[in-house]
């Protein structure tokens, strides 16, 4: 049984407030690159699907989406340390731009992992890590994604792709459960 309701679940951020700044990201992100070159977009799932279905609406130019899986919370609210690659199948993308598309950004150990990744394998002609939210206080590695949204404190957050063991991810907005 589910211990938290949607009733326990206070709003952090509005969704008119993460239109404009998905809009806003967009822009900045198109204005990265030229228009006549392909642009692949990495979706990190589960938890950047809302965020990365949003992005891509914006971003005018030679989008291509591809879909990774990886696994770090687990049914915790706090970071397990214990990452597991789901399915991390993708086309060649030596000499291409990429760009990895996550929900937030919290210890880093998941985008240090991925960053290496690409970086190593890949070889892409641009990489860029793009996160909605940043959970700056809670890192644990160097490494700071590109392109951010929200900084947001040491809190667990839910909704807008983001889950509670499973729940929650299909709400428009993004919220926290008080103590
Ligand atoms: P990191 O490796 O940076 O510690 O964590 C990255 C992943 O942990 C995110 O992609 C996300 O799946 C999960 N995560 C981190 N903080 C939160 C949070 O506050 N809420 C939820 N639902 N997931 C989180």
Known sequence: MLDKDIKDLKVLIPEDRIQSKVKELAQQIENMFPSDEDIYVIC??????????????????????????????????????????????????????????????????????????????HKPKTLLFVSL?????????????????????????AGYGLDYKGYFRNLPYIGYFPN
């Open 133 to 157: 939210l940043n959970k700056k206080c809670a890192r644990q590695t160097k490494i700071e994604p590109d392109i951010y949204g929200f900084e947001i404190d040491d809190k667990f957050v």
């Open 44 to 121: 990190v799932l589960k938890g950047s699907v809302m965020f990365c279905a949003d992005l891509v609406k914006y971003i005018k130019g030679k989008v291509r989406m591809e879909f990774i899986r990886i696994s770090s919370y687990g049914n915790e609210t706090k970071s397990t340390n214990n990452l597991q690659a789901i399915d991390l199948t993708l086309p060649d993308l030596n000499g291409k731009n990429v760009i990895i598309v996550e929900d937030i950004i919290d210890t880093g150990l998941t985008a240090k992992f991925l960053v290496d990744l690409f970086k190593i394998q």
